[in-house]
């Protein structure tokens, strides 16, 4: 059998095995036990203030996984959804049924859209997804409340709670941590000088020192390494591309330290994206034996010392439970290994000239289960992925999963003779289960790709079969949970608007768009893959309005509220209005679970239930309000508008793929209320995807100036045509603006 055919036999073989489950588990070598596999529990066994620095990392470990999971995962039940039972009904080609017509204005190719859909997505919707509501409420036009305006409330609290605890909290702490192990790691070099540990030794001060230096730290000198951190130093902060790193040698992405997202502008925070980034992304590869002695180090440097390992395993915690568990090995998987090797009892002091021992643990390590996902470059003799240690490793995420399966080298070129080096977004919907997603993916050509549609069914089948807990691991994996029933179709007894392919097609864009918000809220922690004038009313309109119908995402949306405000109470990260507020999104959540079901068994709602949807536009105002800068007052929408962007995947060659959001966008839908059709109004998202130079990642503020939605630093605005557009595949339901 070729050494390719094996390859791509073992590769498909390792979809499977990622996506039902068995990637939960980081020891692959059958040799190794549960027990065995010891690791660091975040909230148990904890060590008292009197005498934890006597006691070394051991007495903190216990033998359950290690892949945190969120809270009450038992309780968590899919609420029971009704049949639906909507008597059919459509729109007259005149739009003579439409009860409130008066109240709008449809130019011709608005109106045919909206005719044939039942609904029509327009450009204009103002910078945040609630002033389109504020208005509906003003002119007294029926509110439509979409899933997107409540996914992007989501996102806006999400975002806000880790800033604050990134600036209260994690910040210090892994300021604290850099120059713990700075100092640790200065011992050891001082213990292990002059042998074959040496080099090792001096590498991890480096490593260190270079992580508390981007946090602005006064540290020692030490001279026999200065010359390495002022070098690498210069390539972070110069973030221009690909070389090689003078701490391990190798080629590393320093592009990749552009702070993005929400990081850009804050001086604390970029310091701070800019260390994690670092301790993130550094792999200490496991088949350079001199790198994975400096990965033995650093896991006895915690070891060592229960307060370094104290504060290592907090920032673990806490940014797991947002964004999930690291993707490779590190202090779980390697101090076992330790000890396997050495003895119960291993200190620094035993490592030199034992060549034999550390010989038995370089070969357990290379027998650890390898990465899932590739973040660097790599040679394509050199495979997918390499396996190594991680300090504090980037994160296993489904999605990142699902796309490194779907580029090169694990699917090879198409008839052209090119190749695949950046996913297309909808690669997740269609390995979801979207017919649509992967039929448009089809149109496009993607599924030319050799290999392509054999490893995109291999990853449908494995996730099919994926059980509750692959969607329970962190806040991530649940918000991409709480998406999933936007990629079912629907068909008869739903609204006349949702039984079309434009409507299965606005879904995901709204999947699309509210990946996008998870993407650039993680965009530090998850790892990428590498390859008005008024008028007189003559009459009072009826505004009572409609909530799309879609139970199961606000039911999911309820739990992911709750267990968002449960598991930061347990680190005791959240005050009392951050878990206010929190309860207000449940609540609401839960209260669309209730009128979307009545909606889809044709009921009339109460009185209330229409209240409640009349002032929505209030309630994201709220929110919008309390995730603002503590400091900043009577800030207007166009200084801080809904518009992102994200690098979500790289082609080393030179390129970046590129999401984004643009302004929202307003939605005009048919719905029927109390018998009768009229045109309810809303806001969604307005998704794009393009390549990128690798060299200029896109911040927020460059994209929103680029796209003409705000002015740049100097207060010039861009009002040039805008120079990207939204996917093909939006435009049968998108009226554009000439």
């Known amino acids: 059998m070729k050494k390719e055919t094996v390859k791509h036999i073992i590769s498909i073989l390792l979809i499977i095995c990622i996506l039902n489950g068995c990637g939960l588990s980081y020891l692959s070598n059958p040799s190794y036990t549960n027990e065995d596999s010891q690791t660091l529990s975040a909230d148990e066994n904890e060590i008292s203030s009197e005498n934890k620095n006597d006691i070394p990392i051991a007495a903190s470990i216990n033998d359950e996984d290690n892949r945190p999971f969120l809270l009450n995962l ?98 210090d702490n892994l300021l604290s941590l850099s120059i713990k192990m700075t100092e640790n790691s200065a011992k050891q070099y001082e213990i292990l000088k002059g042998s074959e540990w040496e080099d090792a030794a001096a590498r991890n001060v480096s490593f260190f020192a270079i992580g508390a ?143 034999e021992k550390f010989n038995k643990f370089h070969e357990m390590t290379a027998n650890l289960e390898p990465p899932k996902i590739n973040s660097i470059p790599l040679m394509e003799w050199e495979g997918n992925v390499i396996p190594g240690f991680r300090f504090m490793g980037q994160r296993f995420t489904i999605d990142a999963a699902i796309m490194q399966q779907l580029i090169y080298d694990n699917v090879k070129n198409n008839n052209s003779g090119d190749y695949r080096m950046l996913p297309d977004v909808l690669d ?69 608007f949702m039984q079309n392919a434009e409507w299965t097609k606005k879904n995901l864009e709204c999947f699309s768009g509210s990946f996008a918000e998870l993407k650039h809220d993680t965009v530090l922690y ?93 309630n994201l105002e709220h929110f919008w309000i ?29 390129q970046v793929l590129e999401i984004a959001t643009g302004n929202p966008s307003t939605i005009y839908v048919a719905v029927k209320v109390d018998g009768k059709v009229k045109i309810a109004k809303g806001s969604v998202y307005s998704f794009y995807q393009f390549p990128w130079p690798l060299e200029d990642r896109l911040t927020d503020s460059k994209w929103r100036y680029m796209m003409g939605y705000q002015a740049d630093e100097d207060g010039n605005w861009n009002f040039d045509e805008k120079p990207i557009e939204h996917p093909q595949w939006t435009q049968n339901y998108r009226y554009l603006n000439d």
């Open 526 to 618: 998850t790892k990428q893959i590498l390859a008005e004038m008024g008028w007189d009313m003559e009459q009072e309109p009826d505004d009572r309005g409609y909530v799309e119908p879609e139970p199961l995402i606000y039911s999911r949306f309820a739990h992911l509220a709750s267990l968002t405000a449960e598991g930061l109470n347990k680190y005791g990260m959240l005050d009392k209005i951050d878990e206010e507020n929190l309860m207000r999104l449940k609540e609401m959540a839960e209260k669309f679970f209730v009128i979307s079901k009545k909606e889809l068994q044709d009921e009339v709602l109460t009185d209330e239930e229409y209240e409640f949807i009349r002032t929505y536009g209030g």
């Open 428 to 496: 997740i919907p269609a390995a979801l289960g979207s017919d649509m997603a992967l039929k448009i993916l089809d149109e496009q050509g993607d599924t030319e790709y050799e290999n392509y549609s054999e490893n995109m069914e291999k990853i449908k089948e494995g996730l099919s079969n994926s059980n509750q807990k692959l969607w329970m691991s962190s806040l991530y994996a649940n918000w991409l949970n709480t998406l999933r029933p936007l990629l079912e179709e629907k068909g008869e007894g739903y609204p006349f």
């Open 213 to 355: 230096k981007l946090l602005n730290a006064e540290i020692s000198d030490y001279g026999y390494i200065e010359q390495k951190i002022c070098q690498e130093l210069e390539k972070i902060n110069s973030a221009a591309g690909i070389s090689n790193s003078t701490i391990t040698e190798d080629e590393e992405d320093y592009s990749q330290y552009i702070p993005r997202g929400y990081y850009e502008g804050d001086e604390q925070l970029e310091s701070y994206f800019k260390a994690m980034m670092w301790y993130g992304r550094i792999h200490f590869r496991q088949d350079k034996e001199e790198l994975d002695r400096s990965a033995l180090l650093i896991t006895m440097a915690l070891a060592e010392d229960a307060e370094s390992y104290e504060l290592w395993k907090g920032i673990y915690a806490v940014t797991s439970f947002f964004a999930g568990a690291s993707d490779d090995s590190g202090v779980f998987e390697y101090w076992p290994l330790i000890k396997a090797a050495y003895g119960e009892n291993v200190s620094v002091n035993d490592l030199a000239n034992n060549q």
């Open 74 to 171: 038992s309780d968590i039940k899919e609420e029971e959804i009704p049949t639906p039972c909507i008597e059919p009904y459509t729109i007259e080609p005149d739009l003579s049924n439409i009860d409130n017509l008066w109240q709008f204005y449809m130019e011709d190719g608005m109106k045919e859209k909206f005719i044939k859909n039942g609904f029509v997505v327009d450009e204009l919707s103002g910078s945040e997804f609630f002033q389109v509501y504020e208005w509906n409420n003003y002119k007294l036009i029926p509110n439509f409340i979409t899933v997107d305006s409540l996914m992007h409330t989501y996102h806006l609290y999400f975002s806000h709670l880790m800033k604050n605890i990134e600036k209260n909290y994690l910040s």
């Open 626 to 654: 309390d995730t603002l800068p503590k400091k900043t007052d009577g800030i207007d929408t166009q200084e801080l508008p809904a518009s992102i962007v994200v690098d979500i995947a790289t082609d080393p060659n030179g």
